[in-house]
């Protein structure tokens, strides 16, 4: 089955703060992706990890991909109000045209 | 256009219509995917067109619903006697070739069956 799990669901966390949102999938994949959306709004691109080992930062986010253990981690360092939204990986899965993603983490930064 | 444009933004229906969901893609993107989003979960996978046909339908969950994309640009996503279980924000996405190049997503539609 093509699964993609993502953890916490749900993230309160204090401005300055670090923290890591966790991301597994079920089988060998050919990319993953980390979307971000706002409330109301679409999803924006973060993200294309391609191989193992790969890390790719922008700004306070870094995003890494371990394909062994079939686990991404999207990093946070220190939190500031407008890193707020929701964050979703996204796989797609060897031998498969579909992005599946997974259910969500919803970050927020408090002062 | 700029952009990945849906039409409309908001739909409202009674339970058993038919509604028509429209997806202009970015101009020479030849791959158009449709998901649907609840609220509080992820995107799920509906289909996948690779120019005019469609390469993965396997996500359509029932034959109520169809989709259509006749000249490789524009496509439409039809719902048959539509339930209230079909509610949720259908998102549409284009790329240039395939997932092996940047997709973006258009703003959505909310459709809410009443």
């Known amino acids: 089955e093509l699964k993609v799990e993502q953890n916490p669901l749900f993230l309160s966390m204090q401005e300055g703060k670090n923290y890591t949102i966790y991301c597994n999938y079920s089988t060998t994949s050919d990319r993953l992706y980390w979307y971000r959306q706002d409330p109301g709004k679409s999803l924006e691109s973060l993200f294309v990890?391609?191989?193992?080992?790969a890390v790719k930062q922008e700004g306070r986010l870094m995003a890494s991909l371990d394909t062994k253990a079939r686990l991404s981690t999207l990093h946070i360092t220190a939190a500031v109000h407008d890193l707020s939204a929701t964050y979703f990986c996204?796989?797609?899965?060897?031998?498969?045209?579909?992005?599946?993603f997974g259910t969500g983490t919803r970050l927020q930064v408090f002062p | 256009g700029a952009g990945v444009s849906q039409t409309p933004s908001n739909k409202v229906t009674e339970k058993g219509k038919y509604v028509e969901l429209r997806c202009d893609p970015i101009?020479?993107?030849?791959?158009l995917y449709w998901y649907r989003q609840s609220l509080g979960q992820g995107p799920e996978f509906l289909i996948y067109?690779?120019?005019?046909?469609?390469?993965?339908d396997s996500g359509l969950p029932n034959d109520r619903f169809f989709a259509v994309r006749p000249e490789g640009s524009v496509s439409t996503l039809k719902i048959q006697r539509t339930e209230r279980g079909d509610s949720a924000v259908y998102l549409c996405?284009?790329?240039?070739?395939?997932?092996?190049?940047?997709?973006?997503f258009g703003q959505g539609t909310r459709l809410t069956v009443v």
């Open positions: 067109f690779q120019g005019t046909g469609a390469a993965d």
């Open positions: 996204a796989v797609v899965f060897y031998n498969t045209d579909k992005l599946i």
């Open positions: 996405a284009s790329s240039l070739s395939g997932w092996d190049t940047e997709a973006f």
């Open positions: 101009s020479g993107h030849t791959a």
């Open positions: 990890l391609l191989s193992n080992g």
